[in-house]
């Protein structure tokens, strides 16, 4: 199995957090979705036959482009893909793109499941972020989607905004419960560099949300979602029974993807690819019939590591009869060594085959993933 993956860098408007690649000009969005046409061309082979059976359009806002261009999209994965036999098809949408019409386009494309970037329920949280959608907006555009048939809606929140408090989270969670969507992600807020929120941090005027106040946030998460019968399935991530998120998984497992449009990765078991976080560019060469990424030969350390950073942050873990099957034994050797303080005071425990972090552990999960890297000089 694969994944495949491509990249709509195009939003209307920047949100005040965001430092993945997007950009406002929507002028090229017909050169752009030729290009992308173009480069599935040229790469389809890197899979080595192995059979597509995911597909997530995000970005950005793929929500901007029209259902004509979803469509011939579409229409040309279809040369390689069989639709009908896709166990997941995800398009990311922004609330207030989801309009009876557009939603209605939706349908009539291959499309089985909407993830939608809400963020928020309280309106001054979005207007501080930046989004473009009103809470009850963000309400509306689920309803919708429910109302026409969508069974598989996954829905993002934000905690550890300046001024949030326990209260206002809890609200948030709840009213999110409220919907009955089937998959919810939560992220804690963070402070890259280059935006617009890390730009008004240093200015003094934001303060960054404390450790403890977060930690109680996702704690109460936790319990929130677990109580209304959501499994924590990875770190940031809760689902239903059977609406866990196949193609984000892939990310976790070891399974390879392909990577198109502007910023994209792949990954195909020995490497990874990267295509250059530069619209232009990537169009550029696309239209010259030249793929244009930079490759990164992983060695067997930089394959254990990639191992850490994916599968611990997974409830399951590290299935430890694949990674002996994988790796040298002084890796291994390794790994049993550095994680036998975790193990010991209950941060880490190894059973049923695998090796994963507790629930008391994912709090400073960071720090014991990486306390199970191999030292470098």
């Known amino acids: 199995m694969a994944g495949l993956y491509l990249h709509i860098p195009f939003c209307r408007t920047r949100c005040i957090y965001c430092d993945f690649h997007s950009g406002v ?17 040229l790469r389809v082979n890197e899979l080595q036959g ?28 279809a040369q390689y893909v069989q639709l009908n036999r896709s166990q997941e098809i995800t398009i990311e949408c922004n609330p207030d793109d989801l309009s009876p019409q557009y939603i209605e386009g939706l ?20 207007r501080f972020l930046r989004r473009r959608h009103s809470a009850q907006g963000a309400i509306d555009a689920v309803r919708r989607c429910q109302e026409a048939g969508y069974d598989n809606i ?28 089937q998959h919810l992600s939560a992220y804690a807020l963070i402070y890259e560099e280059g935006t617009a929120l890390m730009q008004l941090r240093e200015q003094g005027r934001v303060q960054e949300c404390n450790e403890e106040l977060s930690l109680a946030m996702y704690t109460m998460l936790i319990e929130r979602l677990e109580a209304a019968g959501y499994r924590q399935y990875e770190i940031s991530n809760f689902a ?23 910023a994209a990765h792949s990954y195909d078991g020995s490497s990874r690819r990267y295509n250059p976080a530069d619209t232009q560019t990537y169009i550029d060469a696309i239209e010259n019939g030249k793929c244009c990424y930079d490759e990164e030969r992983l060695t067997p350390t930089d394959r254990y590591h990639d191992m850490l950073l994916t599968r611990l942050r997974t409830r399951r873990g590290i299935n430890i009869a694949q990674c002996k099957a994988q790796f040298d034994s002084s890796l291994i050797d390794y790994m049993y060594s550095m994680a036998a303080p975790h193990i010991i005071c209950g941060n880490m425990e190894l059973s049923d085959g695998y090796l994963h972090i507790t629930r008391q552990g994912l709090f400073i999960s960071d720090s014991i993933i990486s306390d199970l890297f191999v030292a470098t000089d």
């Open 25 to 41: 000009d929507m002028s090229i969005q017909e050169r752009y979705i030729d290009a992308l046409c173009h480069e599935l061309d």
């Open 50 to 77: 192995t059979p597509i059976t995911t597909i997530y359009i995000g970005g950005g806002t793929p929500s901007q482009l029209s259902i004509e261009r979803l469509q011939r999209l579409f229409n040309h994965i």
């Open 107 to 126: 349908r009539s494309l291959p499309i089985n499941r909407i993830s939608m970037g809400i963020q928020s329920f309280d309106d001054n949280d979005l």
């Open 154 to 181: 996954s829905i993002d929140l934000i905690y550890g905004l300046p001024g949030q408090t326990l209260d206002m989270w809890q609200y948030n969670i709840d009213r999110a419960l409220s919907l009955g969507v």
């Open 240 to 262: 239903l029974a059977h609406h866990e998120a196949r193609h984000n998984s892939s990310y976790w497992d070891d399974t390879p993807y392909l990577g198109l449009g502007a």
